[in-house]
């Protein structure tokens, strides 16, 4: 029962979208599995990247609202062979053809690091929705000043892409 000076809205479970999230509020939460050394969902090849180019790694997100910011966070390993190469990461939304977020790169590696050293590259980046459309995003990386980067340092390892949309 409501008290007769009750005022607002009910909201149940068969409500519309729009008024069961408020803004601030986690609208979803995508986990997606990947094996760096398997072609599931891409595999990751090596190479020098000497303009941006996918490393072979994409997944696919379709956000609830046009308005919400989204957030990428993913980890892997690599290891690149020149102490003066380094990698500048970004993420490309190939479905809208325009990066993912709004600055040049979301994240760097391997900065004068030992050739034989195995690496983690720690991507995280914030993005607008933009639209209700499914997307497929991809992974791409830029090695400057030289240099092969390699991934398939274990094939039995297991990594996760979270996607996570957020009401504004």
């Not at 720690?122 to 990386?141: D, E, F, H, P, S």
Request: proline share 4%; hydrophobic share 35%; net charge negative.
């Amino acid at each position: 029962y409501l008290p007769s000076n009750a005022d607002g809205t009910i909201v149940t479970s068969t409500s519309p979208d729009a008024d069961r999230f408020k803004a601030g509020e986690i609208v979803q939460v995508q986990a997606i599995e990947f094996a760096p050394a398997t072609s599931s969902p891409g595999t990751l090849v090596n190479g020098t990247y000497t303009s941006i180019a996918s490393i072979g790694l994409t997944w696919s997100f379709t956000p609830k609202f046009s308005d919400s910011i989204l957030t990428v966070e993913l980890n892997l390993e690599a290891k690149l062979n020149d102490e003066n190469g380094y990698g500048r990461w970004d993420i490309y939304d190939s479905t809208n053809g325009a990066k993912f977020h709004s600055y040049d790169y979301c994240a760097g590696s391997h900065y004068y690091e030992k050739t034989t050293a195995w690496l983690p590259v720690i991507i995280k980046a914030k993005g607008n929705a933009l639209n209700t459309n499914a997307r497929t995003y991809q992974l791409r990386v830029l090695i400057s000043d030289g240099g092969t980067l390699s991934f398939n340092w274990s094939g039995d390892e297991r990594r996760v892409i979270t996607m996570m949309e957020i009401k504004q």
